[in-house]
């Protein structure tokens, strides 16, 4: 199985320690990367026109990193919340349906482009809370390997 975040912006240095420990974890189980493309200026005073054109140009750069055969799945606000136990059974069913590549989509400051919410799958979200994008990548890594850890019956899960 392979698993890659594409991820608009670089993570702050505060969170590339724990980037780190779950690239390791989650390599037991998956081919596990996470794929930068660098963010667009989004001061705060855009215009709705400008807010478009920063997350096109941020959805054409994320485009281009996605494979054929993706399972795409968009963390959107919209998206679905879904308890750990969850998360791992969804895997688990997506797995015995045949996928076997999946695409995890982290946007920019002002979200994912519309474009690439109608690609998607799927749309997950981490919780009704917002977070940096670089909490936000750490948390799904995070629950990406408590998926794996529960789907394989291993002590981790509390």
Known sequence: MTIRLLTVGRIQPIFKQAQDEFIKRLSRFCRFEII????????????????????????ELLQKKITKGDYIIA???????????????????????????????????????????KQADSLLSLSPMTFTHSLARIVLSEQLY????ISSNQPYHK
């Open 75 to 117: 963390m959107d606000s919209r998206g679905e919340m879904l308890s750990s136990d969850s998360m791992a059974q969804k895997l688990q069913a997506l797995q015995s349906n045949g996928h076997s590549s999946f695409a995890f989509l982290i946007g920019g400051s002002l979200g994912l482009h519309a474009s690439l919410l």
């Open 36 to 59: 930068e493309v660098p963010d667009k200026q989004a001061p705060e005073n855009l215009s709705p026109a400008e807010k478009e054109a920063v997350m096109l140009a941020e959805a």
């Open 146 to 149: 408590r998926s794996f850890k």
